[in-house]
């Protein structure tokens, strides 16, 4: 039996089902948001896991998930994230939502080895024009949302509407990255 692998952060999830589900996978301590009602008491919590271990966000790929990752951002901007697309986190059962706990070991694994961090303002970093977004046509046009969701996949930082993709960019994407990414998005529609 290989030995799994040992996350030195400690990972900030919606749930039990979530941490059980993470545990099954890697080596790792969770901190549960008990969901979108994350109070100050578990914000200290993470921020004190921040300061000690590091964190890695790690929320589900929804409205709550997304409540949830801004929400930490805000007393933590220097956290770590990890993403899973929504086709990744699906549910085997329908009428189930979408969540940490239904995606495979591989997805799990792949989200935890591409985890991102949100750059400080302070950072020399070039943000990605508007401009070029809309040329790509992910801000507007008929397939926006496809384009933006197959971009989330490639570059992992999962899906967004367009108001939240200029945000994700900031996760330390530099225009050539975005480009080299819709290269490989516009030869798959």
């Known amino acids: ?13 919606e749930g039990k089902d979530d941490t059980r589900r993470i545990q099954e996978v890697v080596d790792a301590d969770t901190i549960e948001t008990i969901g979108s009602a994350i109070n100050e008491e578990i914000l200290e919590q993470i921020e004190h896991a921040q300061e000690t271990r590091g964190v890695i966000v790690f929320t589900d790929p929804d409205f709550s998930g997304e409540k949830i990752r801004k929400t930490i951002m805000e007393v933590v ?11 990744l986190a ?12 239904h995606a495979s070991d591989e997805a799990i694994l792949a989200a935890l080895h591409s985890v991102v961090t949100a750059i400080a303002e302070t950072d020399n970093y070039q943000e990605i024009s508007r401009q070029l977004l809309i040329n790509y046509g992910l801000i507007a046009g008929t397939h926006a949302k496809e384009r933006r969701e197959k971009l989330g996949d490639e570059l992992r930082i999962g899906y967004t509407n367009s108001k939240q993709l200029t945000k994700r960019l900031m996760f330390r994407i530099t225009e050539e990255e975005l480009i080299a990414a819709m290269k490989k998005v516009e030869e798959s529609i």
């Open 77 to 87: 901007p220097d956290a770590k994230h990890a993403f899973l697309s929504r086709r």
């Open 1 to 13: 039996m290989t030995s799994k692998l040992k996350i030195e952060e400690i990972i900030v999830v």
């Open 90 to 101: 699906a549910p085997k059962k329908r009428g189930s939502s979408l969540g940490v706990e």
